[in-house]
């Protein structure tokens, strides 16, 4: 009798036990999606993926960047920001991930959560993603480049929103509700994991895929060398690094002139075969690039309640996109200066006596109440390791800081990088992937400094024209507004 009743109490506390171990593991799943724990990967209200935990980052070495000479403030900088965007892309070896078991937009779907639920301005509004293989397969890892906005087309109204990655398949998306009417959601696929993980190889490993080159002239002697950053091989080289920001700078030295012959600077090309067959995959245009992830249910919830003409250009013989150009309003008293940034550059030709870094431009601004400056430098660092860019942004960075330091009521405004249109070779060179990387930097190192920055990257995303380098008349339209209510501010 006493060995059955030991039986049952045993078998009793083994059943507890078991509905324990249950419990903590239910508790523990549900944290994990609710909570955004520590392993997750979230966007901010820009758009932007960010790591709440921030760890070391092995990176190849780039130039002997890792050899740079730089504060312990800067270093310890430079390793916050390449940790925050470390992408947490848990794919298996790439080898063994075909194209079958991919993400595909097609087969996944998204979930407004409490879509019966009553909505009032100010309130959040979140929609579960559930990311599937071509196969019909849920999805085990993250990692996909998701994009996530709200629309309402009559109001002409949009924001986007913060999307968070569980790294099982699931994400979530986060959006502030802003105006009453009717919203419509929208999730995008813009890269898969799988691609992912071939653009952060070509990040680091092919740096070099957009080059460029220089013509060096002495009379009716010329000759053309390739030019970047830094340069592979042992062959002589012309080091065009500028002196006062060490940005560096370099061509192969021609074989019968010196290098002081340089007399331009022009983009070379792209390079061709980049990808395998079966890397090449995962960049369709149609199947699995800015693809749209339907809804399973409602995609929607209703909440309650140009040109100057006064300004005359100079024709300063200039080439188109380039500059210099100049330009004045003599009714207004306006002076608009316009010239772009020092290399990298991807313009067609640019003379060598027009590569100004900007960082250089400032110094020579005297500055005050009625000075404006606009900086927009990103686009052109996309196919460059993350380190080339943070440099460029530090030297500029000082400049400003010493600018506003002698003359603290000069306006500067930053304009952020914009989406693009996206096809199988553009995203090998400018992904929009890329680009968030570069814009999420720029945000954070001009964070607190005192400049302004139109947000070209939401005003992009949000938009329900379609994504362009360069952007329709009117998003440029938007972004000039934003940015002459920083220069003239309505006074209160």
Not at 76 to 82: A, H, P, Y
Not at 465 to 477: G, M, R
Request: positive net charge; hydrophobic residues 40%; contains cysteine.
């Amino acid at each position: 009798m006493w060995i059955s009743l030991f039986r049952l109490r045993l078998f009793c506390c083994l059943l507890a036990l078991l509905m324990v171990v249950a419990l903590v593991i239910n508790i523990t799943q549900v944290e994990y999606l609710d909570h955004e724990t520590v392993s997750a990967t979230f966007v901010d209200s820009s758009g932007q993926f960010v790591s709440s935990q921030v760890t070391g980052v092995s990176r190849n070495p780039y130039c002997g960047y890792e050899h740079q000479t730089l504060s312990s403030r800067e270093r310890m900088e430079e390793d916050s920001l390449l940790a925050a965007l470390q992408w947490q892309v848990q794919v298996p070896d790439m080898g063994s991930v075909s194209f079958l078991k991919s993400s595909d937009p097609s087969s996944s779907y998204f979930v407004i959560l409490n879509s019966a639920g009553f909505f009032r301005v100010g309130n959040q509004l979140e929609v579960l993603v559930h990311v599937h293989d071509f196969q019909g397969k849920p999805k085990k890892y993250g990692g996909d480049y998701l994009q996530a906005r709200i629309h309402s087309p009559k109001l002409q109204a949009g924001a986007v929103g913060r999307v968070v990655d569980y790294q099982n398949g699931f994400y979530k998306a986060f959006f502030t509700l802003l105006w009453p009417g009717k919203v419509k959601v929208s999730i995008s696929l813009v890269h898969p994991s799988e691609g992912i993980r071939v653009l952060q190889h070509l990040q680091e490993e092919k740096p070099d895929r957009v080059y460029f080159k220089s013509l060096f002239r002495s009379g009716r002697i010329s000759e053309t060398t390739e030019c970047n950053v830094c340069l592979p091989g042992s062959l002589p080289l012309c080091n065009f690094t500028d002196l006062y920001t060490g940005e560096p700078w370099f061509c192969f030295k021609p074989k019968k002139l010196p290098c002081s012959s340089r007399i331009n600077h022009f983009k070379g090309g792209y390079l061709k075969g980049l990808l395998t067959a079966a890397e090449s995959a995962f960049f369709q245009s149609g199947v699995n690039i800015k693809m749209p992830i339907n809804s399973s249910g409602p995609d929607w919830v209703t909440v309650i309640p140009r040109r100057i003409k006064d300004l005359v250009e100079f024709n300063l013989g200039s080439p188109k996109n380039v500059g210099p150009f100049l330009a004045v309003d003599q009714k207004h008293s306006i002076l608009l200066r316009y010239r772009c940034h020092g290399p990298p550059i991807r313009f067609t030709t640019v003379f060598s006596s027009e590569l100004h870094y900007v960082a250089n431009e400032l110094n020579g601004i005297v500055g005050g109440k009625n000075t404006v400056v606009a900086i927009a430098v990103w686009s052109h660092f996309s196919t460059f390791p993350l380190e080339v860019y943070i440099r460029r942004l530090r030297n500029i960075r000082r400049a400003v800081v010493q600018l506003l330091d002698r003359s603290p009521k000069t306006v500067i405004v930053i304009r952020t990088a914009n989406a693009q249109e996206l096809g199988p070779e553009v995203s090998l060179f400018n992904s929009d992937w890329y680009n968030f990387q570069l814009d999420s930097i720029l945000r954070k190192m001009f964070s607190g400094v005192g400049v302004y920055l139109v947000d070209a990257w939401e005003m992009t995303l949000a938009h329900y024209l379609p994504h362009k380098l360069h952007p329709d008349e009117v998003i440029v339209k938007n972004q000039l507004d934003m940015f002459l209510s920083f220069v003239c501010p309505l006074e209160t």
